[in-house]
């Protein structure tokens, strides 16, 4: 399982995305190797990205959800809009693998 937070400079957790097996079942369909974030996301480690690289990851999962079923593609499209919802300086969005 991979937990996903907003996270202050400080690291101090300020919000936490509570579809965490929504990301799961997306990395499971294989996103594209050519992804310029999606592909960076260690389920087995920490992965995080600054305000500057929150446009892409969210375009690049809803372009990956765009081919899934429905029910993922709205849980994708949440986890989209969590990622778009805090882009102020030095917010970042951390991805903690198991």
Same mark, same amino acid.
């Given at each position: 399982?991979?937990?996903i937070f907003g996270v202050d400079e400080a690291g101090s957790i300020r919000a936490t995305f509570?579809?965490?097996? /929504?990301?799961h079942a997306l990395l499971d369909a294989r996103p594209s190797q050519d992804s310029c974030c999606l592909r960076f996301i260690d389920p087995y480690g920490?992965?995080?990205?600054?305000?500057?690289?929150?446009?892409?990851l969210a375009a690049e999962l809803? /372009? *990956? /959800?765009?081919?899934?079923?429905p029910a993922l593609?709205?849980?994708i499209e949440a986890l989209a *809009?969590?990622?778009e919802s805090d882009?102020?300086?030095?917010?970042?969005?951390?991805?903690v693998g198991d």
């Open positions: 399982m991979i937990d509570p579809d965490c097996e /929504a990301l920490d992965t995080t990205f600054n305000q500057l690289q929150l446009p892409v809803r /372009a *990956a /959800a765009a081919n899934g079923a593609r709205a849980r *809009a969590f990622v882009r102020e300086t030095q917010m970042y969005v951390k991805f």
